[in-house]
């Protein structure tokens, strides 16, 4: 079994817990206020700049600034809209529920504190048996996030791509690459920042390390917050050797003690617990190189290069005709399914089966 770099040299003496994966990511709108360079999208095409494209000719770039970097060779076939809290939505969770035993839901977009209906989303995913967080900029928190805590929302996970205005503008598009107009984003995530603690949700902050110049940024966050605010550094696929090296730097700077090694089986990401000298925990998130045994056998992108994600955990969309799918890989948006054929066909037991042999390969 193939494993991560950072987990080679590990001392015996250090626990390992390993847990199942459970979590289902669900995009709620494709709709953000920023325009980072880096952005995914969960995969799908950024739909404003693609409302006039014939589906297999979607954009990856377009007049807004954003990018959806893999849309250009990922095969999407719809567009994303905004998620209705109705009753076909409550019935996509409750038999993606069923199928595979999820109990965790992770929203995203776009950024989901823009969907107005962002609380109600959250009510019915409670009621349906989910433990629910939103991953945000935080660009809009201040007017949803307390609405969204007595909804009943668990988490807050905030993306944080620059502590000062120079570090945010440098990840934007050209156009939008302003100090002035970063340090209102920034003054905004802030203000959600501290909303958040304030009404009860478990806050965190995620930050991306690609190399040594972003190191300070993460110092910057501990000083800035309390430990009330949990830190959770991730590292960049992109940058490889780098990000890990970066990552080296950060923990010798801070004197951190590994504490813990979280596996979760059936899922690419896994996490390292460190105690600082101050008693903070912190927390560094890693990719492992983990494939569908079957789906990413002969896939193109199956290689250590250009499969940047490896497998992560179901994703659940909505498109523009009301109509559910849901995905496997990001990168490989031909392979999503409607919801009804994925939870009865065999892409739905192949992740049943990976996450039991994975399960017994990380306990073996």
Do not use: W
Not at 94 to 103: E, K, P, S
Not at 271 to 284: D, K, T
Not at 289 to 304: A, G, K, S, V, W
Request: overall charge negative; some cysteine.
């Amino acid at each position: 079994m193939i494993l991560h770099p950072a987990l080679a040299e590990i001392d015996s003496s250090v626990p390992v817990t390993v847990t199942t994966d459970r979590t289902l990511r669900v995009k709620v709108i494709d709709a953000c206020g920023m325009t980072c360079t880096f952005c995914h999208n969960e995969g799908t095409p950024v739909s404003t700049d693609n409302r006039t494209h014939q589906t297999g000719a979607f954009a990856p770039t377009g007049p807004s600034g954003r990018v959806s970097i893999y849309a250009a060779t990922n095969g999407s076939s719809f567009l994303s809209a905004p998620l209705i809290p109705d009753e076909a939505f409550r019935q996509a969770l409750t038999q993606l529920r069923h199928a595979l035993g999820f109990d965790e839901i992770h929203l995203t977009g776009g950024e989901p504190t823009l969907h107005p209906r962002l609380p109600q989303i959250i009510a019915l995913a409670k009621e349906v048996g989910y433990e629910v967080s939103v991953t945000s900029n935080g660009e809009n928190g201040r007017r949803t996030l307390a609405d969204c805590a007595d909804a009943g929302l668990d988490h807050v996970n905030f993306s944080i791509f620059g502590t000062t205005p120079e570090e945010l503008a440098q990840v934007q598009n050209t156009r939008y690459r302003k100090p002035a107009l970063a340090q209102r984003k920034i003054a905004a995530l802030d203000e959600s920042i501290q909303l958040a603690m304030e009404v009860g949700i478990g806050t965190r902050a995620n930050v991306v390390l690609p190399n040594r110049g972003h190191v300070p940024r993460v110092h910057h966050l501990l000083h800035k917050y309390s430990d009330r605010l949990s830190i959770r550094v991730l590292s960049s696929l992109a940058d490889g050797n780098d990000s890990l090296q970066a990552i080296d730097l950060l923990l010798d700077e801070l004197k951190a003690e590994l504490e813990e090694v979280r596996l979760i089986a059936g899922t690419s990401g896994f996490r390292m617990a460190y105690r600082l000298p101050s008693g903070r925990e912190l927390i560094v998130k890693h990719i492992r190189p983990l494939r569908l045994p079957d789906t990413c056998t002969n896939c193109r992108f199956n290689n250590p290069t250009d499969c940047e994600e490896g497998y992560y955990g179901v994703r659940l969309y909505r498109d523009t005709t009301g109509r559910f799918h849901v995905g496997v890989c990001i990168q490989r948006m031909d392979l999503c399914l409607p919801v009804e054929e994925f939870v009865t066909g065999e892409a739905c037991a192949e992740v049943a089966r990976l996450r039991q042999s994975d399960l017994h390969n990380l306990t073996a």
